[in-house]
């Protein structure tokens, strides 16, 4: 391909070749560390994002306490509630009826109230 491009060039063109290149400047080396730099910000950037989880993280220990009482809390209540339910039930029952007042002092009707002295 070069051979067909030089033999379409006018032989009194002159070649032409490519430009020199400049020497690189020689630098002084720098002063500033810029691995160390690096490191240092990468540091501090990881430490503000720990910082930044730190209060949801509280958050979520002081939920969670708190929903743990609040469920043996629930606990607590739906059993008084059972043991409730369970006497209002019993309530209109002619048995535990005649039982408290029997618990009272009071007497069928017909029956004589015997009381039984030094019985301790």
Same mark, same amino acid.
């Given at each position: 391909?070069?051979?067909?491009?030089? $033999?379409?060039?006018?032989?009194?063109?002159?070649?032409?070749?490519?430009?020199?290149?400049?020497?690189?400047?020689?630098?002084? %080396? +720098?002063?500033?560390?810029?691995?160390?730099?690096?490191?240092?910000?990468? &540091?501090?950037?990881?430490?503000?994002?720990?910082? +930044?989880?730190?209060? %949801? $993280?509280?958050?979520?220990?002081?939920?969670?306490?708190?929903? &743990? @009482?609040?469920? #043996?809390?629930?606990?607590?209540?739906?059993? #008084?509630?059972?043991?409730?339910?369970? +006497?209002?039930? +019993?309530?209109?029952?002619?048995?535990?009826?005649?039982?408290?007042?029997? @618990?009272?002092?009071?007497?069928?009707?017909? #029956?004589?109230?015997?009381?039984?002295?030094?019985?301790?």
């Amino acid at each position: 391909m070069a051979a067909r491009a030089n $033999a379409l060039r006018s032989p009194a063109a002159p070649r032409r070749r490519p430009a020199r290149r400049k020497p690189a400047a020689r630098r002084s %080396p +720098s002063r500033i560390k810029w691995d160390r730099i690096g490191r240092i910000a990468l &540091t501090v950037v990881l430490a503000a994002v720990l910082y +930044s989880y730190l209060n %949801p $993280a509280i958050d979520f220990v002081k939920t969670y306490t708190a929903t &743990t @009482a609040a469920k #043996e809390k629930l606990h607590t209540l739906l059993h #008084e509630n059972k043991h409730l339910h369970r +006497s209002v039930q +019993s309530a209109d029952d002619p048995i535990v009826v005649d039982r408290k007042a029997r @618990a009272m002092g009071m007497v069928a009707e017909g #029956e004589t109230p015997v009381v039984i002295r030094g019985l301790n």
